[in-house]
């Protein structure tokens, strides 16, 4: 039974999940890239003031109706200030920052980078900014870490699930407050939201 004291707190969080959530903070973010990234659609909704994750913009009715969508990569981490492996959303800029490093001379990788990199988040909600950079410091992951990934569950599976839940509790409604249908998201082949790919996803 959980209790109200912080130790109560801590174990409950662990449980649940709650700890293991990477957030950008405003400054320096300091991290590990460990697993390869899924990229996803999402949909805000102002009436309903909620989010939506898209999958697949051929089958999403949200996208036939011309809601905006933001393309976002999800992700496991390395948060380097307390060096758990956390699971991360990051915007599309940051994604792009990454494809860079991957085909620069100097900081290419063939899978996932060797090195840490830095989120640097500046301004809020409109005005935010993002810049990513990397680490002249080569490291390997621990055994440790290595097993602890290990047991993190599979992303395209997180945002399955994801999807199937919100299909079950969310209603979406017209400009009178009236219900709209909700079309079935195609996530059994999710596809990515742009044509832009890591150079490991070339064939």
Known sequence: MAQFSKASYEQ????????????LQLGKNPVRIVSMPET???HYMQREQRTMICMNSKTCDLCRQNIKRDARIMLYVIDRKDQQIKLAIFPWKIYKDLI?????TDWGFKDLPEYDITIVKEGEKMLTKYSTIPSPNKTSLTKEQKDQLATKKPIIEILKAKVAK????FVPMNEKGDVKPLEEFDVEDPS???DTKFPWDKK
């Open 12 to 23: 409950e969080a662990t449980k649940q999940g709650y700890d293991s959530i990477f957030k």
């Open 166 to 169: 919100q299909k079950s509790d």
């Open 192 to 194: 990515d939201v742009s």
């Open 40 to 42: 996803f659609g999402q």
């Open 100 to 104: 860079n490093l991957a085909e620069d």
